[in-house]
């Protein structure tokens, strides 16, 4: 059973940065299997932040693009945060599932996912 662990999040002030980890323990997750991360704030539907395929493809939700960077190595998915604005607020959840899943698909397709982790940004 594959278990997603995320980490990093916290409070920082408007303009600042944080680094989100997101560790998969318990099986190895394949290879071609898409990575991605999501948020919601309360109240809120979770929508897609960012996503990455196993060749290394990126995408982006379009409120994030130039801050944000999301990485792969091994079990490991990351999001590097930056420029961080008090909308950002909310918890942030990594998911993985088939290599077919892009940002743009219904959170429901993804197989795993995290506890998450909560972002607030003060302004």
């Known amino acids: 059973q594959v278990q997603l662990v995320e980490s990093g999040g916290g409070s920082v002030q408007a303009g600042g940065s944080l680094t989100l980890s997101c560790a998969a323990t318990?099986?190895?997750?394949?290879?071609?299997?898409?990575m991605a991360w999501f948020r919601q704030a309360p109240g809120m539907a979770r929508i897609g932040v960012a996503c990455?395929?196993?060749?290394?493809g990126q995408s982006y939700l379009d409120a994030v693009k130039g801050r944000v960077i999301i990485s792969r190595a091994l079990n490991t998915v990351y999001l590097q945060m930056s420029g961080l604005k008090p909308e950002d607020t909310a918890m942030y959840y990594c998911?993985?599932?088939?290599?077919?899943?892009?940002?743009?698909?219904?959170?429901?397709?993804?197989?795993?996912w995290g506890q998450g982790t909560q972002v607030t940004v003060s302004s």
């Open positions: 990455i395929d196993s060749f290394g």
């Open positions: 318990g099986y190895t997750i394949h290879s071609t299997y898409s």
């Open positions: 998911a993985t599932g088939p290599p077919e899943l892009w940002l743009g698909s219904d959170p429901a397709d993804f197989n795993y």
